[in-house]
């Protein structure tokens, strides 16, 4: 069983920074764990993956180059650093894990077993 939750959310203005955490409890070290987001009436959608083994990344082509995602497995928690936040980036944003290791499904909501209840990130001017 794993359970996960997210913090550092907020508030912000377009350009902005905010670091969301995915602190996890339970065995995450042999999963992929992942970002998503959901903004208000559309569907859920991928943000980054960080795979294992490996611990290779992947992003959205509409996140590319400006967020980081990162695992800390001492500390059983990942991050999101987001940088030069759009208005488009607001959402609520959760983080998932997965039962292992797969790269095909990784950007697939469904390939998640557990996730987070979420964190609102709002960016307006």
């Known amino acids: 069983q794993v359970q996960l939750v997210e913090s550092g959310g907020g508030s912000v203005q377009p350009g902005d920074s905010l670091r969301l955490s995915c602190a996890a409890s339970?065995?995450?070290?042999?999963?992929?764990m992942a970002w998503f987001r959901q903004a208000s009436g559309t569907e859920r959608e991928f943000v980054a993956a960080?795979?294992?083994?490996?611990?290779?990344?992947y992003y959205a082509d509409s996140v590319k180059g400006r967020f980081t995602i990162s695992r800390d497995n001492a500390k059983n928690t990942m991050y999101l650093q987001m940088n030069g936040l759009k208005v488009e980036d607001t959402a609520v944003y959760s983080c998932?894990?997965?039962?292992?290791?797969?790269?095909?499904?990784?950007?697939?909501?469904?390939?998640?077993?557990?996730w987070g209840q979420g964190t609102q990130v709002t960016v307006s001017s």
């Open positions: 960080v795979r294992w083994p490996g611990g290779n990344t």
């Open positions: 339970g065995r995450t070290l042999s999963r992929n």
């Open positions: 998932a894990a997965a039962p292992g290791g797969i790269l095909s499904t990784i950007r697939t909501p469904d390939a998640y077993a557990y």
